[in-house]
T-cell receptor
Framework: GAVVSQHPSWVICKSGTSVKIECRSL??????MFWYRQFPKQSLMLMAT?????????EQGVEKDKFLINHASLTLSTLTVTSAHPEDSSFYIC??????????FGPGTRLTVL | QKEVEQDPGPLSVPEGAIVSLNCTYS??????FMWYRQYSRKGPELLMY????GNKEDGRFTAQVDKSSKYISLFIRDSQPSDSATYLC???????????????FGGGTRVLVKP
């Protein structure tokens, strides 16, 4: 399967600051990437679908101005959490699709907002 | 009612036993079914992928799909302590290669395999 990396793996930030999370496809050109959020002991919740070269599609209830997604190339998508607050603390996971039969997930990024 | 239901567990079994996991769903349009394994604080890892009804076997893992009952299962034979993880079922109406298609996940079942 495709190899997906995320950076950073863990980040702690102060309330009100912005945090950028990178998702890279190491061996596959991904036209579509997905961003998920997972709270402790809960399943994955899709936040948005990121399409290379176009605007992301956000799920209902996800603020597009707060969670900025940029899919600038076929191997890189970024998620920026703007003006982060403690309730944004979560595990953020990306996945990629396009040309494969299923989705392959990154290792996740743990965000803690103080 | 959620589109995909999965017992959260935990499901505790002794080493060597068969682990039996399942999900039920309500959307009859689902045709593609997946099982993922997720260790704590890690991303999900694809275990099995099946299309439509039937069985699929891969090593110690067997996936079954019964579309008439809207029920899917995953069996793990000869379970090992390293199989202790959360298992997520996921499904979609279209092939994931169709760009932008989304997965619908179950809530996950936590499995503990005791030595």
């Amino acid at each position: 399967g495709a190899v997906v990396s995320q950076h950073p793996s863990w980040v702690i930030c102060k309330s009100g600051t912005s945090v950028k999370i990178e998702c890279r496809s190491l061996d596959f050109q991904a036209t579509t990437m997905f961003w998920y959020r997972q709270f402790p002991k809960q399943s994955l919740m899709l936040m948005a679908t990121s399409n290379e070269g176009s605007k992301a599609t956000y799920e209902q209830g996800v603020e597009k101005d707060k969670f900025l997604i940029n899919h600038a190339s076929l191997t890189l998508s970024t998620l920026t959490v703007t003006s982060a607050h403690p309730e944004d603390s979560s595990f953020y996971i990306c996945s990629l699709a396009g040309g494969s039969d299923t989705q392959y997930f990154g290792p996740g990024t743990r965000l803690t907002v103080l | 009612q959620k589109e995909v239901e999965q017992d959260p567990g935990p499901l505790s079994v002794p080493e060597g036993a068969i682990v039996s996991l399942n999900c039920t769903y309500s959307n009859s349009a689902f045709q593609y079914f997946m099982w993922y394994r997720q260790y704590s604080r890690k991303g999900p890892e694809l275990l099995m992928y099946t299309y439509s009804s039937g069985n699929k076997e891969d090593g110690r893992f067997t996936a079954q799909v019964d579309k008439s009952s809207k029920y899917i299962s995953l069996f793990i034979r000869d379970s090992q302590p390293s199989d202790s993880a959360t298992y997520l079922c996921a499904m979609s109406a279209y092939a994931i290669k169709a760009a932008g298609n989304k997965l619908t996940f179950g809530g996950g079942t936590r499995v503990l395999v005791k030595p």
